[in-house]
């Protein structure tokens, strides 16, 4: 299959930016997405960028995208304790997840 | 619409029993998937179906089978549960319209534990 690269874990207190990264390896993925998974939940589709675009702003996350080294990445502004959760990055139809990386917000 | 549904929300078997563990969707999507989510693991695709009568294996299909008899459900069978199987299963569909970003609609879940 196809590799996703993320750090597992990631901590900031509140009010500060988080930056959450993935790397991949398929080329050909139309979109990127971003999943959030709560404690005890399933994911939620967070965001997605199209694969033509560099950058892509929904209220407190920007999400960027590297073709080139084909890095994504995905800030969230002003980070709150209930952004805490694990966050999926996704290529390819999202068949192919990263890890996740488990945010942690401390007050 | 009720989205993914998925039951039952924990089980616990022993080894070598079976068991299904159901999903459906009410939203048409032709796009349904089982992912298993293991602590360091992230989520590991089973199997999928991409249309009613059409399954394929994804990462890790030993130990499951699948069938796609209605558009509606995507049923998960353990023929003879072993304790690596211990994990929590998510299933997933997707319209698979290509044009609408293709996100997948994840189910809560059922945690499994096998003895």
């Known amino acids: 299959g196809e590799d996703v690269e993320q750090s597992l874990f990631l901590s900031v207190r509140e009010g500060d930016s988080s930056v959450i990264n993935c790397t991949y390896t398929?080329?050909?993925?139309?979109?990127l997405y971003w999943y959030k998974q709560e404690p005890g939940a399933g994911l939620q589709l967070l965001t997605y960028?199209?694969?033509?675009?560099d950058m892509k702003q929904d209220q407190r996350l920007t999400v960027l995208l590297n073709k080139k080294d084909k890095h994504l990445s995905l800030r969230i502004a002003d980070t709150q304790t209930g952004d805490s959760a694990i966050y999926f990055c996704?290529?390819?139809?999202?068949?192919?997840f990263g890890k996740g990386t488990s945010l942690l917000v401390t007050p | 619409n009720a989205g993914v549904t998925q039951t039952p929300k924990f089980q616990v078997l022993k080894t070598g029993q079976s068991m299904t563990l159901q999903c459906a969707q009410d939203?048409?999507?032709?796009?349904m998937s089982w992912y298993r989510q293991d602590p360091g693991m992230g989520l590991r695709l089973i199997h999928y179906?991409?249309?009613?009568?059409?399954?394929d294996q994804g990462e890790v299909p030993n130990g499951y089978n699948v069938s796609r008899s209605t558009t509606e459900d995507f049923p998960l069978r353990l023929l003879s549960a072993a304790p690596s199987q211990t994990s929590v299963y998510f299933c997933?569909?997707?319209?698979?319209?290509?044009?609408?970003?293709?996100?997948?609609?994840f189910g809560p879940g059922t945690r499994l534990t096998v003895l």
């Open positions: 398929d080329s050909s993925s139309t979109y």
């Open positions: 997933a569909s997707s319209p698979l319209s290509g044009a609408d970003g293709d996100e997948q609609f």
């Open positions: 960028i199209f694969s033509n675009m």
């Open positions: 179906s991409v249309g009613a009568g059409i399954t």
């Open positions: 996704a290529v390819t139809y999202a068949l192919n």
């Open positions: 939203m048409n999507h032709e796009y």
